[in-house]
């Protein structure tokens, strides 16, 4: 019976061996846009949750600084003393009613007319020093309109509610504010930093969240210079070029040097080490031992086939340092939030990464013995960034800039199906001067 | 002709061109043994596309230690698997004995001539749940204990569908090379 079941069992193992059959075309139809979704809804969410933020933080920075001024503004009831031929006392009025309810501390202030059916052609404020001109009929200028008219002055809004806002500078402001806005539209800034590139996994791709533990992120630097240029009083756009180097300690793989003697394959690459970046491929010329994994470091080698310790090999040292060196292009704005001789900035845009440097070396007494490369690396990959900017006037031209930078990768390192679960980040904190013309 | 290590480092990175060279490699074959695992052609379609989502999903993870075809096999029937567990979670009840007996031992044991063809059409007659436990144990190796767990069965069920199911094909086979030789004789 058992020889008989053998055979039935035998007669279809072999016979279905080499059975193929075509599928039908509509199946690779279906596959192809599968696998390709797989990468691109994290991209699209990431962005879009970039965008949300910036979009957030900038609403409130807006509305936060309209209260500021807001908070001083006053509203003047004029609808009885307005009609009619406007006449000096109006004015004066206008500002006595004015100098009651406003200390002349902020630069900019706005009110109020109810009703405004009038026209004034010019008015001078004597008691606080402010001169308001050109103050027009209600309903000629459009809404919202504000427009710094002469040294000083400021004019006005209407709207169909028959009120006419006005916004104005007291005299003391006009000089600097006028100052500000003539002069020094571009800054170029010279920074450094040092940064710190991790990233956190999603999902539940355990050999990749695994390889992420092992490995030791560790502190590398960032520089270059950047050029902005003053939109408006708040708003500059930044660009440059930044060279950003990121480091990652493969720790518990031991690596040994002179191996090429011992290689009988002559191949390039005798060791294949898998890191949260992608693959490193190794020279001929390094034995490597991994201590902590079973699964991160392949190779025809291992330690039954060959023993390091018997070979005159070179101990080089027990962990790798993995570096790669990005060339950054940002697209950066600037939002002003505090003007002071202490400025406070919130900046925030988008930058492309060249992949300019993909190294992984052995440090042997503080020289560098070169290991292999990552392969499989996106040569350009896109940041977010979010950060703070703090600065101090040296001089009028003259700044010490201070910008802690947090940055967000929308594309992973590489582009390996399981990467997706890996969300870059690095942290920096920028110093350095800025000078602007 | 372009190195499977070479396609598979390309599918990683997201090259369109290497992704359906490594479906066209492995389609024909794949696609047998999802016939192999299913009653009808729709399910075999539908097994194939979810296996080769996973191939490519879990490519990151193929050590190039084994072989290739082999690791792809194996998802591939892990993909059948799990269709059928979802088809038929609801029937786990026996119904061994809805299948007649066989008359009498088929004294025909002359199969050399049985095309892959006949052999396929043979095996994808049997019942779900045997045909699932003869193809894993005849075909793909595992033994009655793993059987059980990748089922959900106990191991004396998987005994008793496995001799089913042989006796069944044995019928089968046998009354087709009867046939065949009636009528090449006829």
């Known amino acids: ?437 | 002709m372009t190195e499977i290590k070479d396609i598979i480092n390309g599918c990683l990175k997201g090259n369109r061109r290497d992704q359906e060279l490594l479906y066209r490699r492995h389609a024909a074959k794949l696609y047998a043994v999802c016939l192999q695992y299913s009653g009808n052609d729709e399910e075999a379609r539908d097994i194939l596309q979810e296996g080769f989502i996973k191939i490519f999903g879990n490519l990151v993870h193929y050590k190039h230690e084994g072989s290739f075809e082999g690791w792809v096999r194996r998802i591939m029937v892990n993909t059948a698997l799990e269709k059928y567990r979802s088809k038929h979670l609801l029937h786990r009840v026996d119904d061994i004995d809805q299948i007649p007996e066989p008359d009498a031992e088929p004294d025909n044991e002359d199969y050399a001539g049985l095309q892959a063809v006949d052999l396929m059409g043979i095996i994808r007659e049997l019942p779900p749940k045997y045909r699932m436990v003869f193809n894993l144990f005849a075909i793909e190796g595992y033994s009655h204990k793993e059987i059980s767990k990748m089922m959900n069965i106990s191991e004396g069920t998987s005994k008793s569908n496995l001799s089913r199911a042989r006796v069944i094909l044995q019928r089968r086979v046998g009354s087709f090379t009867g046939l065949r030789k009636q009528l090449s004789n006829g």
Not at chain 1, 50 to 79: C, G, K, R
């Open chain 1, 1 to 437: 019976m058992d020889d008989r079941e053998a055979n039935i069992d035998l007669l279809f193992r072999k016979g279905l061996k080499d059975y193929e059959v075509l599928p039908p075309a509509e199946v690779w139809d279906k596959i192809s846009p599968a696998i390709r979704k797989q990468q691109r809804p994290y991209i699209i969410l990431r962005a879009a949750a970039m965008i949300a933020v910036l979009a957030t933080l900038s609403f409130l920075t807006y509305t936060w600084e309209n209260e500021l001024s807001d908070s001083v503004a006053s509203t003047v009831d004029l609808q009885n003393n307005m009609t009619g031929t406007p006449e000096i006392e109006t004015s004066d009025a206008l500002f006595l009613a004015d100098a009651g309810n406003i200390k002349v501390k902020k630069p900019h202030k706005s009110i109020t007319i109810i009703n405004p059916d009038i026209t004034i052609a010019e008015t001078v404020g004597k008691d606080s020093e402010v001169i308001l001109s050109n103050i027009l009929k209600a309903g000629i200028l459009p809404e919202s309109e504000t427009v710094i008219n002469r040294p000083y002055l400021i004019l006005p809004v209407t709207s169909a509610s028959k009120s006419l806002s006005i916004d104005y500078y007291p005299a003391p402001y006009i000089n600097e504010i006028t100052a500000t806005e003539k002069k020094e539209k571009w800054t170029i800034a010279a920074l450094v930093s040092p940064t710190y590139l991790s990233s956190f996994s999603s999902g539940n791709n355990e050999a990749v969240s695994q390889l992420n533990q092992i490995e030791q992120p560790v502190i590398s630097y960032a520089g270059g210079f950047a050029l902005a240029y003053k939109v408006s009083k708040r708003f500059s756009v930044q660009s440059g070029l930044y060279y950003a180097s990121y480091g990652n300690e493969l720790t518990g793989i031991t690596s040994f040097g002179g191996f090429q003697n011992y290689d009988q394959f002559k191949g390039n690459s005798n060791f294949e080490v898998q890191t949260s970046n992608g693959t490193v491929y190794t020279n001929n010329n390094v034995y490597l031992i991994d201590n902590l994994s079973d699964t991160r470091v392949a190779s025809f080698f291992d330690k039954s086939s060959f023993d390091p310790t018997k070979a005159s090999l070179e101990y080089l040292n027990n962990s790798l340092r993995q570096n790669l060196g990005y060339l950054e292009l940002p697209l950066i704005l600037r939002y002003k939030v505090i003007d002071r001789t202490f400025d406070f900035n919130i900046i925030g845009g988008l930058s492309s990464n060249l992949l300019v440097n993909n190294s992984v070396y052995a440090s042997v007494d503080g020289e560098k013995y070169e290991v292999g490369k990552t392969e499989g690396l996106n040569t350009i990959l896109f940041s977010s960034s979010l950060g703070m900017g703090m600065e101090y006037s040296i001089t009028n031209n003259l700044s010490f800039n201070f910008e802690p930078t947090f940055r967000y990768y929308l594309n992973s390192f590489n582009n390996f199906a399981g990467m997706s679960s890996l969300h870059p980040y690095s942290f920096g904190v920028f110093s350095g001067l800025s000078y602007k013309f």
